[in-house]
């Protein structure tokens, strides 16, 4: 298994719109960061390639490009917000490349939301025209009850994201064996855990958690709070997502703990020798 990190930047993107701050005018590639979604890629029992993909962002296209992805074999979202959802239209080239739907898993709340923003897709029969748009097959989740995809087990994480329920995901082989990368939780937007929630963070091979900025912030972990979910979960690696302009790459992992740091687009967990991209 893989774990490809698509995008790491927070809702306006790095750099920013309009923004001259030495982050966003930084010449190092791991100060640009795409809206935050990621992949799990893995050959399944039967030897067939498969891809996962964690929320689609607005960036999906140009993420797709740069990963040199050709299929998509589900998406599964964490919740409703529009950096997370609005490249839902892209996938349609994937259904165009592989002749067959997508199945979309999504709690009852994003779900509904995905419904309304893209009826387009999901009541394509009263489109005017029969124009090209994405074939998908809505499959509504519940918080701490996990699927298979393919062989995968994901397990959903309930979390808190300001005062909206939302979910991360734990992955990992549904054999139960992990290769040091996974078990894996995916915490993005994030700013608290509920009680129940911290058992599912148990065993972790790897850590994605949320972490803006060094201010503090009202719906996500800023750093300080992030390292110290991090130091209390303890997984053999952690890296730090949707981060802002506030936090040049470098210079703020010199000052992070052993064991964690900013991931950057691009940053590939799993292949021959631990990670790729770094």
């Not at 499959?139 to 298979?148: G, N, S, T």
Request: glycine share 12%; hydrophobic share 40%.
């Amino acid at each position: 298994m893989r774990f490809r990190f698509l995008g790491t930047g927070t809702s306006s993107g790095v750099p920013a719109i309009g923004c001259g701050c030495e982050v966003c005018t930084s010449a190092d590639p791991c100060d640009r960061r795409l809206r935050t979604s990621a992949t799990v890629e893995f050959t399944d029992r039967d030897g067939r390639e498969r891809v996962i993909l964690i929320d689609a962002g607005p960036d999906l296209r140009a993420q797709s490009l740069a990963a040199g992805l050709s299929r998509l074999d589900a998406i599964v979202f964490t919740h409703n917000h529009v950096d997370h959802t609005w490249g839902l239209d892209e996938v349609r080239r994937f259904n165009a490349v592989m002749h067959s739907p997508i199945d979309v898993f999504a709690d009852e709340r994003t779900m509904a939301f995905l419904r309304g923003v893209y009826a387009h897709i999901f009541d394509k029969h009263k489109n005017v025209n029969d124009s090209f748009v994405a074939t998908l097959i809505a499959r509504v989740i519940d918080p701490a009850h996990a699927f298979e995809l393919y062989g995968i087990r994901f397990t959903p994480i309930p979390l808190l994201h300001g005062g909206l329920p939302i979910l991360g995901f734990r992955i990992e082989s549904a054999r139960g064996d992990g290769d040091g990368v996974f078990p894996l939780a995916y915490c993005t937007d994030v700013s608290g855990i509920p009680p129940e929630s911290w058992p599912l963070l148990e065993g972790l091979g790897t850590l994605v958690l949320d972490a803006l900025r060094i201010r503090h912030h009202p719906t996500h972990f800023n750093l300080e709070q992030a390292v110290g979910v991090a130091e209390r979960v303890g997984a053999g690696q952690t890296w730090f997502i949707h981060i802002a302009h506030e936090m040049g790459h470098a210079s703020t992992n010199a000052g992070l703990p052993a064991g964690m740091a900013l991931a950057h687009d691009g940053l590939v967990l799993g292949t021959v020798g631990g990670a790729s991209g770094a």
